[in-house]
Each structure stands twice: as C-alpha cells, then as structure tokens.
C-alpha cells in the first residue's frame, strides 16, 4: 500500500484514534509514524524552562512528539523562517537544561521537503500556502 493510500483510508478513523493535534501537518506527521509502524506519543511532558524566585514555572516546552523506540522527542514548526526566534530559543534552553533529552526540530523546509518525498502536494500548500502561520506557535 502506497502511503498517500494508507494516508486516505486512515483519515475516516482519525477521530477515534488520534489526539486533537494543534497543527494539521501533526496529524500527517502521526500518520507517516504509524505507516511505517514507529511507536509515537503526542505532547507527553513538558519541561520547564524558566522560574520565578519561589519556583514557579514561567516558561515551559512542550515537544510535540516522542518516539520511545528512538528515545527522541520531535518538535515540527511550519514558522516562517524569521519567527522561529522563539522556538529555537525554547530548544537551546532546553538543551541546556535538559543535556541528555534528544530532540530534533524539523522546520518549515523539511516538513515541506518530506511532505513533497511522499507525495503529499496538498499538505505542501498548507505549509507554504496562504494559510501557513505567520505567527508564534
């Protein structure tokens, strides 16, 4: 079965197996995971990033996957390139705090890129279409 295939008949069961995704390219990514059978989990912890003088958290990072088999956490951004300031922020940080967590970013191009690889045109015009987030995610 080609995945663009799996991809359409799996889209009928979304909504009972699938978490709410914030993003739509989430959603393909979760998809692409189980066509090749890699184990995933969706948003699964967050880390704290900064505190308050009594503790408090007031910055936190939530990856948006974690692929267990891999030990890796997975954070997808269709960001412009000029508003990921931010987000690559928030991953230097984390890996400052947190030297032994492995996560990849896989940015805009990329997702873009491995969109195209697998054949999925309508997936490539939500990330570079009009519709692409223009804003912090």
Do not use: C
């Amino acid at each position: 079965m080609r995945l663009i295939d799996f991809l359409e008949n799996e889209a009928l069961e979304s909504e009972k197996k699938f978490p709410q995704f914030v993003h739509p390219i989430e959603e393909v990514f979760a998809r692409i995971l189980d066509f090749y059978g890699i184990q995933w989990e969706y948003e699964p912890r967050t880390f704290p990033l900064r505190w308050d003088d009594e503790g408090n958290v007031l910055e936190a990072f939530t990856p948006d996957f974690y692929l267990p088999e891999q030990n890796l956490f997975v954070e997808l951004t269709t960001l412009r390139p000029r508003l990921t300031t931010k987000k690559n922020r928030k991953l230097k940080r984390l890996k400052e705090l947190y030297p032994d967590i492995n996560i990849k970013l896989f940015k805009r191009r990329e997702l873009r890129n491995m969109m195209l690889r697998f054949g999925l045109r309508e997936e490539v015009e939500r990330i570079i279409g009009t519709d692409a987030q223009e804003m912090d995610e």
